[in-house]
């Protein structure tokens, strides 16, 4: 029998890499050819050849739904698609069960498929001098969701206010929403959504570890009024006190600057005097 195989992980790294070593060791077990494309950031991919994908007998994909593959080109071939993971505990009969399972892959499965499994993400960053990590950190964000096959708008708090703005329907249509920042943010639109935190810095260095861990960590946000009404005492409480340390020391600035004035006065007092003799 001949197979193509596909694999692929939301990192692009180690998992595609081992699934596609063990999935090779359990075809030659079976006595089966296999040609694998392994998707990896480490190096370019070398795609199946149109040859290839004609001579397979069953097209085998292990890889995360939300991960874009190109299918079209397998319209009309047996194809068996499943998690990366899946393959992991038990290679051979994985791939003995995909084969067995497989079924002709249609040109309206291929539309339905790329339309219900993209998924998509709303961000927001935003740091205390709003420059640059707020900007930075959104085009990393916006770089690797692309690249593993997301959908994602990024709200940006800069220094010049906020830009690309999230509109309530992108963020009702939304699977996950990103909060890098390291400045409060008003969540109360986000009330319900799987929602998770980092900040500005993590998004920029380890964007690829931080998608996944949202992906993986990301919970439900409840947003209350309590919360609200906490972050405006503390804010309230703080400018209080900023300003009961001004009122006491407005006294003691008029009096030095008072005193400054006399002294000058007593100077030059003391010169015309002097002049004068």
Not at 22 to 35: F, H, I, V, Y
Not at 134 to 144: C, D, K, N, Q, V
Request: proline share 2%; aromatic share 4%.
């Amino acid at each position: 029998m001949k197979i193509s195989i596909v694999t692929a992980c939301p990192s692009g790294i180690a998992t595609s890499l081992i699934a596609a070593g063990l999935l090779e060791k359990a075809a030659d077990e079976l006595k089966w050819q296999a040609n694998i494309e392994r998707h990896t950031s480490l190096k370019p991919t070398n795609m199946l050849t149109q040859l290839q994908i004609e001579q397979a007998d069953c097209i085998v994909i292990a890889a995360n739904e939300n991960l874009a593959i190109d299918e079209q080109r397998f319209v009309g071939k047996r194809v068996f698609r499943a998690d990366v993971a899946a393959c992991m505990e038990n290679p051979t009969a994985w791939l003995q069960k995909a084969v067995e399972q497989a079924s002709e892959l249609t040109v309206e499965s291929v539309a339905t498929q790329a339309i219900s499994t993209k998924k998509k993400i709303v961000a927001i960053t935003a740091c205390p001098t709003g420059v640059a990590h707020t900007f930075m950190a959104a085009e990393a964000l916006e770089t690797e969701a692309k690249r593993q096959g997301y959908e994602i708008k990024v709200e940006t708090r800069g220094s010049v206010g906020a830009k690309n703005q999230l509109k309530a329907e992108e963020i009702e249509a939304a699977d996950l929403v990103i909060i890098a920042a390291d400045i409060d943010v008003d969540l109360s639109r986000f009330n319900g959504k799987a929602l998770y935190k980092t900040s500005t810095g993590l998004a920029l260095k380890k964007t690829t570890q931080e998608i996944e861990k949202a992906f993986e960590q990301a919970t439900p946000y409840t947003h209350t009024v309590k919360e609200n009404s906490e972050k405006k005492e503390e804010k309230a409480g703080v400018y209080k006190h900023l300003m009961t340390g001004v009122s006491y020391m407005l006294p003691l600035v008029v009096a030095g600057g008072a005193c400054l004035l006399r002294c000058r006065l007593f100077l030059v007092s003391r010169h015309l005097k002097s002049r004068a003799h």
